[in-house]
């Protein structure tokens, strides 16, 4: 297993376009996180998958972010209407039920022109 | 609110010198997490902090838990430049699965 993987790992668009990010959680992982982290800053928790199910949403997660794992596997995030204050690294992280660490991915660092 | 705060933000530090980095949480939590993240890259992870007066060490770092006064250190023995990066405590609230992270703080050690 090689961890956590995002693709892409680099995003430049212009605003008001949409955007999607996938993350691919290692294998046999129920659970999935989204985090943003902006220069300077710790990550900041978006939201969370266990198996299919969106258990939890931040309030920092506006309308225009949407967030699927359809069948329990890999995830999608989508950003619709980009702002250039979107513009952030999203990371992603999986774990198991009952297990106590998040291991991270290597991100999606987005730009929004 | 909740608020994990570290404390320096900002450390520089010459080889071979001992340092601690702090970590304080507003709320109720009995783990807590240390990642360690280089220029550009992700998260890596450090120490699983998991009860009060957990202490893990790992080479040159050691870290500690004390639940009650909502503390977390983060100790540097005999620094070396291969220890410089960004490290982050992270909280996971009682009754929560989500991580809060703390501002963290950029260490950089010179020869």
């Known amino acids: 297993d090689t961890g956590v993987s995002q693709d892409p790992r680099h995003k430049i668009t212009k605003r008001g376009q949409n955007v999607t990010f996938r993350c691919d959680p290692i294998s046999e992982h129920n659970r999935l996180y989204w985090y943003r982290q902006t220069l300077g800053q710790g990550p900041e928790f978006l939201t969370y998958?266990?198996?299919?199910?969106?258990?939890?949403k931040s309030r920092l997660l506006s309308d225009r972010f949407s967030a699927e794992r359809p069948k329990g596997s890999f995830s999608t995030l989508e950003i619709q209407r980009t702002e250039q204050g979107d513009s952030a690294m999203y990371l992603c992280?999986?774990?198991?039920?009952?297990?106590?660490?998040?291991?991270f991915g290597p991100g999606t660092r987005l730009t929004v022109t | 609110e909740l608020k994990v705060e570290q404390n320096p933000l900002f450390l520089s530090m010459q080889e071979g010198k001992n340092y601690t980095i702090y970590c304080n949480y507003s709320?109720?939590?009995?783990?807590l997490y240390w990642y360690r993240q280089d220029p550009g890259k992700s998260l890596e992870s450090l120490f699983v902090l998991l009860s009060n007066g957990a202490v893990k060490q790992e080479g040159r770092l050691m870290a500690s838990l004390d639940t009650k006064a909502r503390l977390s250190t983060l100790h540097i023995t005999a620094a070396v430049h291969d220890l410089s990066a960004t490290y982050f405590c992270a909280v996971e609230p009682l009754n929560t699965d989500k991580l809060i992270f703390g501002t963290g703080t950029r260490l950089q050690v010179f020869p």
């Open positions: 709320t109720t939590s009995d783990r």
């Open positions: 992280a999986s774990s198991l039920v009952y297990s106590y660490e998040q291991y």
């Open positions: 998958f266990q198996n299919e199910a969106q258990l939890e």
